[in-house]
């Protein structure tokens, strides 16, 4: 079926360095996509975002990369601090009749270390 | 603004009770959404409205009900609970309709349920 994965469930990285988080999607037909970020026991916040018609968007440590071809989006962050520790999600949106519907992958935990 | 209001954070029932999850934003969105979230299953769609009066089904309603009579309110009721039902739920709004819906959703804190 169609759904939006990740790559890799957990993520450990030293303070300072950069980190990648990658998602897959399997609809060609999703046209937006988005990034959040989830620190325990709190509900997700918007981190980033893009539309199909772009491949690259930056914000303030934060760019995110789509790569249509392969169906392939990712999340990079520079100079990983402590506070960056947290899951990490992707979604889609997709059409779902008569309106559209935002999915999420499964989430990357990310473990800055000190 | 308070942004995404849930209540309660916390609830405990026994299977076969009913109840209602409150969510309450006050940012004039037009959409509005819950999801479930379990270990290892990152967050599922349950059911989302448009607008007042309109509701539609996610990837996994079953078990639950919704009903948009304001634009700030979205309860989720759960009618007869049920151990699967055991889960954290959210809460999300967005502005707009239609093909800009559900952009940069706006996530309440969250409801712990525990079905027993």
């Known amino acids: 079926g169609e759904s939006v994965g990740l790559h890799l469930p957990t993520l450990s990285v030293q303070e300072g360095d950069n980190s990648i988080i990658n998602c897959a999607y399997s609809n060609s037909a999703s046209d937006y996509f988005i990034w959040y970020k989830q620190e325990s026991g709190k509900g997700p916040q918007f981190i980033i975002d893009?539309?199909?018609?772009?491949d690259k968007r930056q914000g303030q440590r934060v760019t995110v990369l789509l790569n249509k071809t392969v169906k392939h989006l990712s999340l990079q962050i520079a100079a990983t601090q402590p506070g960056d520790s947290a899951v990490y999600f992707c979604?889609?949106?997709?059409?779902?009749?008569?309106?559209?519907?935002?999915?999420f992958g499964k989430g990357t935990l990310l473990t800055v270390n000190p | 603004n308070a942004g995404v209001t849930q209540t309660p954070k916390f609830q405990v029932l026994k299977t076969g009770q009913s109840m209602t999850l409150q969510c309450a934003q006050d940012m004039n969105h037009e959409y509005m959404s819950w999801y479930r979230q379990d270990p290892g299953m990152g967050l599922r769609l349950i059911h989302y409205?448009?607008?007042?009066?309109?509701?539609d089904q996610g990837e996994v309603p079953n078990g639950y009900n919704v009903s948009r009579s304001t634009t700030e309110d979205f309860p989720l009721r759960l009618l007869s609970a049920a151990p699967s039902q055991t889960s954290v739920y959210f809460c999300?709004?967005?502005?707009?309709?239609?093909?800009?819906?559900?952009?940069?959703?706006?996530f309440g804190s969250g409801t712990q349920l525990s079905v027993l």
């Open positions: 409205s448009v607008g007042a009066g309109i509701t």
């Open positions: 999300a709004s967005s502005y707009g309709t239609g093909a800009r819906a559900n952009e940069k959703l706006f």
């Open positions: 979604g889609e949106r997709r059409r779902g009749g008569s309106n559209y519907k935002l999915t």
């Open positions: 893009i539309r199909s018609n772009m």
